[in-house]
């Protein structure tokens, strides 16, 4: 029978956790975030109770954010919020009868699934309320969840500023029928 090192094996272990450490907070700080959907303002698109990860590298190194990305913000409040981007820097923007306007020319959205719409819009009479015409900082976006009339965004908060976004993108990886990346 072999003699056992103990104290080479707890230091071979404590390495092994202080890298597996290190190696979870590079992850988690400069590439991917993990997120927890507790809502249902971005339904069709995004499901309540899914899980998964957020790109941070996009935002935090890139500052890479388009029209219509879906992103995870952070509220004065300290809620995260998943929305999608409908209004950049500089833009002016407006809703009327369910009509995008970013200065003052219709935008078409086509994420939705005009099924939904159309069923939500026989309940409500409208999908997105009337939003007056709002011009955004240098520094802020306009967000909205995809389930407009259940969604608590920007037209409650205000536009948010691009520091608060806390990644973009999500790939989903619980419930595994929806396993893969959210556009």
Partial sequence: ??????????????????????????????????????????????????????????????????????????????????KRVVGLPNETLSFKNDVLYINELPIEQPFFDQKYVDEEKEKFGLFTNDIQEITLGPDEIFCLGDNRPYSKDSREYGPFKESQVMGKGIFILYPFNRFGSVD
């Fill in 1 to 82: 029978m072999k003699d056992i090192n103990w104290k080479a094996e707890i230091l071979d272990f404590l390495k092994t956790l202080l890298i597996s450490f290190i190696i979870i907070f590079v992850i988690t700080k400069f590439i991917a975030r993990p997120v927890r959907v507790n809502q249902n303002s971005m339904y069709p698109t995004v499901i309540d109770q899914s899980v998964g990860v957020t790109n941070i590298f996009s935002v935090e190194v890139l500052h890479d954010i388009n029209r219509f990305d879906i992103v995870v913000v952070k509220t004065d409040d300290g809620k995260n919020l998943i």
